[in-house]
């Protein structure tokens, strides 16, 4: 089955504590992003990434990092979390004219 | 700068009233366009894509329609299971930072009543 793999779905963490979010695709996309989803203000590109050790900005980078070391997986990292990245976070994959799928999400509280 | 709005943001129909959702955007090039439900607490689904003006895509009780500003999709003779938050989102030409970039509008939400 095609699918979009993000782990953990659920997180609460501490201020300045780093963590990684895993995600995983079975499809052998090309590009994978990252984005946040805040009320209000909708789904935001955070990264994402055109192959394998090709990674870009999107509209809200500062604070995170990613990279793409294999097709399958494009980890998102936060170095030192803090309250305002607190949000429901999603992985996608796509092909490069095709439709994105998207993961289950992961929803981050940071205190 | 891109711009994707999309109007109402929030849709209260009861069962069988049809609507229509409106996406207008405001983008250098556009390489397509998608229409995504969002049920609560979950990833988007894909519903439709659009490439050019005059293209329409019909999927059950939804149709999604394009111009060169907007988009539309409508509902027709809606059922409560057609309550989710419809997202629209749009793929930029001509950037070199545009091929994995996907915006998206804030999303309407759609309630659907018996």
Redesign the interface.
């Known amino acids: 089955e095609a699918q979009?793999t993000q782990n953990p779905r659920y997180l609460i963490t501490v201020t300045g504590k780093k963590l990684t979010v895993t995600c995983s695709q079975n499809m052998n996309h090309e590009?994978m992003?990252w984005?946040r989803q805040d009320p209000?203000?909708?789904?935001?590109?955070i990264y994402?990434?055109?192959n394998v050790e090709v990674t870009?900005k999107?509209?809200v980078p500062e604070g995170y990092k990613v990279s793409r070391k294999e097709k399958r997986n494009f980890p998102l990292i936060l170095e030192s979390p803090s309250p305002n990245q607190t949000s429901?976070y999603?992985c996608?994959s796509r092909p490069?004219?095709g439709?994105?799928?998207?993961?289950?999400?992961t929803?981050l509280t940071v205190v | 700068e891109d711009q994707v709005t999309q109007s109402p943001e929030a849709l209260r129909l009861q069962e069988g009233e049809s609507s229509s959702l409106n996406c207008s955007y405001t983008v250098s090039g556009l390489r397509?366009l998608?229409w995504y439900r969002q049920d609560p607490?979950?990833?988007?689904?894909?519903l439709f894509?659009l490439y050019s003006a005059g293209e329409e895509k019909e999927k059950e009780r939804l149709k999604a329609t394009l111009t060169k500003k907007e988009s539309f999709l409508h509902i027709t003779a809606p059922k409560p299971e057609d309550s989710a938050t419809y997202?629209c989102?749009v793929q930029v030409v001509g950037r070199t930072?545009s091929?994995?970039?996907?915006?998206?509008?804030?999303?309407t939400q759609v309630v659907v009543t018996p």
């Open positions: 979009v590009y992003s984005y209000g203000l909708g789904l935001r590109q994402y990434s055109m870009d999107g509209d429901l999603f996608a490069d004219r439709k994105a799928f998207f993961g289950q999400g929803r | 397509g998608f607490g979950k990833g988007p689904e894909f894509t997202l989102a930072d091929w994995g970039k996907l915006q998206f509008g804030a999303g």
